[in-house]
Protein backbone atom coordinates (compact mmCIF):
# COMPACT_ATOMS: atom_id res chain seq x y z
CA UNK A 1 0.00 0.00 0.00
CA UNK A 2 1.33 3.33 -0.66
CA UNK A 3 1.06 6.09 1.71
CA UNK A 4 -2.58 6.90 2.25
CA UNK A 5 -3.69 10.69 2.91
CA UNK A 6 -6.00 10.95 6.22
CA UNK A 7 -9.54 10.55 5.72
CA UNK A 8 -10.67 13.28 8.08
CA UNK A 9 -7.41 15.69 7.04
CA UNK A 10 -6.11 15.23 3.86
CA UNK A 11 -3.02 14.86 5.74
CA UNK A 12 -0.14 12.03 4.85
CA UNK A 13 -0.13 9.32 6.94
CA UNK A 14 3.20 7.46 8.47
CA UNK A 15 3.84 3.52 9.05
CA UNK A 16 4.10 2.83 12.71
CA UNK A 17 2.61 1.09 15.69
CA UNK A 18 0.42 2.25 18.42
CA UNK A 19 -0.07 0.43 21.44
CA UNK A 20 -3.68 -1.19 21.40
CA UNK A 21 -5.80 -2.76 24.10
CA UNK A 22 -7.82 -5.78 23.51
CA UNK A 23 -10.20 -7.26 26.08
CA UNK A 24 -12.02 -10.80 25.91
CA UNK A 25 -14.28 -11.90 28.86
CA UNK A 26 -12.95 -9.13 31.46
CA UNK A 27 -9.34 -9.79 30.39
CA UNK A 28 -7.06 -7.45 28.25
CA UNK A 29 -3.83 -6.77 26.69
CA UNK A 30 -1.93 -4.34 25.48
CA UNK A 31 0.23 -4.62 22.29
CA UNK A 32 1.59 -2.36 19.49
CA UNK A 33 -0.84 -2.06 16.54
CA UNK A 34 1.02 -2.00 13.18
CA UNK A 35 -0.58 0.55 10.60
CA UNK A 36 -0.94 3.82 8.85
CA UNK A 37 -1.42 6.97 11.14
CA UNK A 38 -2.11 10.46 11.18
CA UNK A 39 -0.45 13.11 13.36
CA UNK A 40 -3.36 15.27 12.96
CA UNK A 41 -6.23 12.57 13.83
CA UNK A 42 -7.32 9.96 15.08
CA UNK A 43 -6.99 8.08 12.05
CA UNK A 44 -5.71 4.71 11.10
CA UNK A 45 -5.32 2.46 8.31
CA UNK A 46 -4.84 -1.04 8.90
CA UNK A 47 -3.78 -3.52 6.11
CA UNK A 48 -5.03 -7.58 6.10
CA UNK A 49 -1.13 -8.38 7.75
CA UNK A 50 -1.87 -5.36 10.35
CA UNK A 51 -5.09 -7.46 11.12
CA UNK A 52 -2.91 -10.41 11.23
CA UNK A 53 -1.64 -9.29 14.41
CA UNK A 54 -4.57 -8.35 16.30
CA UNK A 55 -6.70 -11.64 15.55
CA UNK A 56 -3.15 -13.41 16.58
CA UNK A 57 -3.03 -11.61 20.02
CA UNK A 58 -6.73 -12.31 20.76
CA UNK A 59 -6.72 -15.47 19.65
CA UNK A 60 -3.75 -15.51 22.53
CA UNK A 61 -5.91 -14.08 24.88
CA UNK A 62 -9.03 -16.39 24.13
CA UNK A 63 -6.68 -19.42 24.64
CA UNK A 64 -5.03 -17.96 28.31
CA UNK A 65 -8.62 -17.63 28.96
CA UNK A 66 -10.22 -20.99 27.99
CA UNK A 67 -7.44 -22.54 29.07
CA UNK A 68 -6.10 -24.08 25.58
CA UNK A 69 -2.53 -24.70 24.49
CA UNK A 70 -0.58 -21.52 22.98
CA UNK A 71 0.87 -21.84 19.16
CA UNK A 72 4.79 -22.47 20.67
CA UNK A 73 3.13 -25.23 22.54
CA UNK A 74 1.35 -26.97 19.99
CA UNK A 75 4.59 -26.53 18.21
CA UNK A 76 6.73 -27.47 20.50
CA UNK A 77 4.36 -30.58 21.36
CA UNK A 78 4.15 -31.72 17.55
CA UNK A 79 8.26 -31.48 17.35
CA UNK A 80 8.48 -33.70 20.47
CA UNK A 81 5.73 -36.10 18.71
CA UNK A 82 7.92 -35.92 15.47
CA UNK A 83 4.74 -34.94 13.53
CA UNK A 84 4.75 -32.82 10.15
CA UNK A 85 2.06 -30.52 10.31
CA UNK A 86 -0.17 -32.30 7.61
CA UNK A 87 0.09 -35.65 9.71
CA UNK A 88 -0.70 -34.10 13.33
CA UNK A 89 -4.04 -32.54 11.58
CA UNK A 90 -4.47 -36.04 10.24
CA UNK A 91 -4.10 -37.70 13.45
CA UNK A 92 -5.05 -35.53 16.23
CA UNK A 93 -7.67 -33.31 14.41
CA UNK A 94 -8.24 -30.23 12.77
CA UNK A 95 -7.32 -31.40 8.86
CA UNK A 96 -4.15 -31.25 7.08
CA UNK A 97 -3.89 -27.06 7.48
CA UNK A 98 -5.03 -27.42 11.01
CA UNK A 99 -1.81 -27.11 12.49
CA UNK A 100 0.14 -24.23 10.60
CA UNK A 101 -2.64 -21.95 11.29
CA UNK A 102 -2.64 -23.42 15.47
CA UNK A 103 1.22 -22.47 15.79
CA UNK A 104 1.16 -18.94 13.56
CA UNK A 105 -2.32 -18.31 16.04
CA UNK A 106 -4.56 -18.13 13.51
CA UNK A 107 -6.70 -20.37 14.32
CA UNK A 108 -7.26 -21.91 17.69
CA UNK A 109 -7.23 -25.64 18.80
CA UNK A 110 -10.23 -27.12 19.53
CA UNK A 111 -10.58 -28.37 23.36
CA UNK A 112 -10.26 -31.78 22.39
CA UNK A 113 -7.37 -30.82 20.33
CA UNK A 114 -5.43 -29.23 22.81
CA UNK A 115 -6.38 -32.05 25.35
CA UNK A 116 -5.20 -34.42 23.11
CA UNK A 117 -2.09 -32.51 22.57
CA UNK A 118 -1.72 -31.97 26.38
CA UNK A 119 -1.62 -35.65 26.94
CA UNK A 120 0.31 -36.79 23.94
CA UNK A 121 3.27 -34.36 25.42
CA UNK A 122 2.74 -36.48 28.73
CA UNK A 123 2.76 -39.74 27.12
CA UNK A 124 4.28 -39.92 23.54
CA UNK A 125 3.65 -43.67 23.04
CA UNK A 126 0.22 -43.21 23.33
CA UNK A 127 0.53 -41.95 19.57
CA UNK A 128 0.91 -45.07 18.30
CA UNK A 129 -2.69 -46.27 19.19
CA UNK A 130 -3.91 -42.84 16.65
CA UNK A 131 -4.34 -44.63 13.48
CA UNK A 132 -3.74 -42.81 10.02
CA UNK A 133 -7.28 -41.94 8.46
CA UNK A 134 -7.36 -43.59 5.21
CA UNK A 135 -8.05 -41.66 2.12
CA UNK A 136 -11.06 -41.80 0.07
CA UNK A 137 -10.93 -44.12 -3.40
Excluded at 2 to 21: D, F, I, K, L, W
Excluded at 27 to 37: K, Q, V
Excluded at 76 to 103: C, D, H, N, S, V
Aim: with cysteine; hydrophobic share 35%; proline share 8%.
Amino acid sequence: MSNPVCPETGAPMYRGAHPTTLTYKGESITFDMPGWYCDRSEESVHTGEDLKVSDRVLNRLKAAHEGLLPPEEIHRIRKKLRLTQEAAGLLIGGGPRAFQKYEKGDLLPSRAVSNALILLDRDPEALSVLKVPRKAA
